[in-house]
Nanobody, 126 residues
């Protein structure tokens, strides 16, 4: 059973920054898995924001966050981060990290991921 835990959400003013963390439960290594970050705003569908692959840690970003968000992997801490800069009110959502041991490529499709964290709220005030 894969257990993921997100942290780092909060309330920030427009233009501010937050760093989200996605950690795995003890005994499970994230090193060899694709990790995706998704978000879901009230009344909207869940959307893929960013993902990082295992082969070379190449990052992928949705157009809406490109240039503002950075995904990274710290193998020494078994954690994947999402650094979010220049935040906008439209970034307000619950953010989730996800993975699936069978996934071998970057994907923004939530149906490609079987294991999800509980989510962390990000609120950007105008």
């Amino acid at each position: 059973q894969v257990q993921l835990v997100e942290s780092g959400g909060g309330l920030v003013e427009s233009g501010g920054s937050l760093r989200l963390s996605c950690a795995a439960a003890t005994g499970f290594s994230l090193d060899y898995y694709v990790i995706g970050w998704f978000r879901q705003a009230p009344g909207k569908e869940r959307e893929g924001v960013s993902c990082i692959v295992t082969s070379d840690d190449s990052p992928y970003y949705a157009n809406s966050v490109k240039g503002r968000f950075t995904i990274s992997r710290d193998r020494s801490k078994n954690t994947v981060y999402l650094q979010m800069n220049s935040l906008k009110p439209e970034d307000t959502a619950v953010y989730y990290c996800a993975t699936d041991p069978r996934l071998r490529y970057g994907s923004f499709e939530s149906s490609d991921y079987d294991y999800w964290g509980q989510g962390t709220q990000v609120t950007v005030s105008s």
